[in-house]
């Protein structure tokens, strides 16, 4: 079955990096872009951008395009978001997601939870 | 970037009831390739969001009948025929015609 198997949670200073990870597995890697998603507690939902696995092609919300870098490794089917410049408004829960564009994001991950905190 | 609004922003049911919950865009859906790419997610507390319905009215795998979408271009609605009280939780509505995909400030269907 299809899983998105996502890291553990985040603690981390303000200006600091983390780098997350999403495993994925039950479907051929290179088939679905990777997309990712933030949440803010009680807040809706916000695109932050995709990886292709099959080419390396990234796309990024505009919003996003100095803070999240995407990366995705063929032989051991996982994609990684990296954050940099922890700021509080980067306290939030992270989900990798699925698609085949332009089409639903169909099976999400159990999201990462970063906590930026001093 | 395509605003999506929902209402109500919260939706008090008895199990057993119809819910109805309505996804505005503010311009048209409909992609070049003559699809409308408007999907459901609910979203259930302490969980990732689950795919419900994709291009409007195409229930998701596994996906109860008592769930419905419909709608066109800029206006579309989500329907539970007969709640039940697994269907708790937030719903959002999305769009992936354009870039970037967006989605709603989302319903919290909630017990009366």
């Known amino acids: 079955q299809v899983q998105l198997q996502q890291s553990g949670a985040e603690l981390a200073r303000p200006g600091a990096s983390v780098k997350m990870s999403c495993k994925a597995s039950?479907?051929?890697?290179?088939?679905?872009?990777i997309h990712w998603v933030k949440q803010r507690p009680g807040q809706g939902l916000d695109w932050i951008g995709y990886?292709?696995?099959?080419?390396?092609?990234?796309n990024y919300n505009q919003k996003f395009k100095d803070k999240a870098t995407l990366a995705a490794d063929k032989s051991s089917t996982t994609a990684y978001m990296q954050l940099n410049s922890l700021t509080s408004e980067d306290s939030a829960v992270y989900y990798c997601?699925?698609?085949?564009?332009?089409?639903?994001?169909?099976?999400w991950g159990q999201g990462t939870s970063v906590t930026v905190s001093s | 970037d395509v605003v999506m609004t929902q209402t109500p922003l919260s939706l008090p049911v008895s199990l057993g009831d119809q819910a109805s919950i309505s996804c505005r865009s503010s311009?048209?859906?409909?992609?070049?390739?003559?699809?409308?790419?408007l999907h459901w997610y609910l979203q259930k507390p302490g969980q990732s969001p689950k795919l419900l319905i994709y291009?409007?009215?195409k229930r998701f795998s596994g996906v109860p009948d008592r769930f419905s979408g419909s709608g066109s271009g800029t206006d579309f609605t989500l329907k539970i025929s007969r709640v039940e009280a697994e269907d708790l939780g937030v719903y959002f509505c999305?769009?992936?015609?354009?870039?970037?995909?967006?989605f709603g400030g989302g319903t919290k269907l909630e017990i009366k």
């Open positions: 999305s769009q992936s015609t354009h870039v970037p995909p967006t």
């Open positions: 997601t699925r698609r085949i564009d332009p089409d639903a994001m169909d099976f």
């Open positions: 990886i292709n696995p099959s080419s390396g092609f990234t």
């Open positions: 291009k409007i009215s």
């Open positions: 311009q048209s859906l409909v992609h070049s390739n003559g699809n409308t790419y």
């Open positions: 039950g479907y051929m890697f290179t088939t679905y872009t």
